[in-house]
């Protein structure tokens, strides 16, 4: 099957191959390239909330709406998406945490999404407190 709709691959494929100028640029689990995608190409179809925006518009957009704080993308998948992860993550710092974006859907091999929050109003070690602690819960954390 050659599809650009990510939510179909996740509901209905184990694997997958990603293409771009005609060549497979890389090969894995849906899990392992939602999880690790290693090929810019990959990344721009994995890692993206809203499907009408590439990860970097929609940085852009979050960054210009959030321009004090820090701003982390959290990747999920398996095990982890049904956890309180981010719960367990604010009560950790001492500063106000919000939700911006998220998406979280079905595949073949469990949940995967991500989420972006917003921190302010903290301190240097309010946000590692805050990073080490969705880290150490096996969720992939980003600056933006």
Same mark, same amino acid.
């Given at each position: 099957?050659?599809?650009? /709709?990510?939510?179909?691959?996740? =509901?209905?494929?184990?694997?997958?191959?990603?293409?771009?100028?005609? =060549?497979?640029?890389?090969?894995?689990?849906?899990?392992?390239?939602?999880?690790?995608?290693?090929?810019?190409?990959?990344?721009?179809?994995?890692? *993206?909330?809203? $499907?009408?925006? @590439?990860?970097?518009?929609?940085?852009? !957009?979050? =960054?210009?709406?959030?321009?004090?704080?820090?701003? !982390?993308?959290?990747?999920?998948?398996?095990?982890?998406?049904?956890? $309180?992860?981010?719960?367990?993550?604010?009560?950790?710092?001492?500063? $106000?945490?919000?939700?911006?974006? %998220? *998406?979280? @859907? /079905? %595949? /073949?091999?469990?949940?995967?999404?991500?989420?972006?929050?917003?921190?302010?109003?903290?301190?240097?070690?309010?946000?590692?407190?805050?990073?080490?602690?969705?880290? @150490?819960?096996?969720? =992939?954390?980003?600056? !933006?």
């Amino acid at each position: 099957m050659i599809t650009h /709709q990510m939510e179909v691959v996740q =509901k209905i494929c184990h694997r997958m191959a990603v293409m771009s100028d005609g =060549k497979i640029v890389e090969v894995g689990s849906v899990k392992e390239l939602f999880e690790h995608p290693r090929h810019e190409v990959t990344r721009k179809f994995v890692q *993206n909330v809203d $499907p009408d925006l @590439s990860i970097e518009e929609l940085s852009e !957009l979050l =960054k210009k709406k959030y321009p004090h704080g820090q701003l !982390l993308r959290i990747s999920f998948t398996g095990d982890n998406t049904d956890q $309180p992860i981010i719960a367990r993550a604010i009560r950790e710092v001492n500063c $106000p945490v919000s939700i911006v974006e %998220s *998406n979280i @859907s /079905q %595949s /073949q091999t469990g949940p995967m999404g991500v989420t972006y929050v917003h921190l302010y109003d903290g301190s240097d070690e309010d946000y590692n407190k805050f990073v080490s602690s969705i880290v @150490s819960d096996n969720a =992939k954390v980003e600056v !933006l």
